[in-house]
């Protein structure tokens, strides 16, 4: 368990796919709604500044995300262990500590 306290919560492929679809379903409503406020923001300023700052940023984020930089491996990896802890295969913070104080 972790310093926190947080409660155990049972990490299944079930428990993640259905959570994970949730969730997914969530953040695209929550992620359109985002998107129409912002156009809405575009299109009522007169400010050139605004305009020409919005367009930079948009421009410039459109640029590789850090896991497309990562090594074939190591996403490999990164997967590996979601998975595994999708399937309960995972060992508590404190014993992993313990056994590396001795």
Known sequence: MSKLGAAK???NNSFLHNNSV???KTEAMDLQTEKLELVR????TDNPS?????????T?????DYWD???QYQRDEILKGVEEAGNGETVD?????????K
């Open 60 to 64: 410039e984020s459109k640029k590789v």
């Open 22 to 24: 949730n969730l997914l």
């Open 9 to 11: 919560i049972p990490l």
């Open 93 to 101: 913070y404190e014993k992993i500590i313990a056994k590396h104080r």
């Open 41 to 44: 923001m575009v299109l009522e």
């Open 69 to 71: 930089k990562l090594p």
């Open 50 to 58: 605004i305009l020409a700052t919005v367009k930079k940023f948009l």
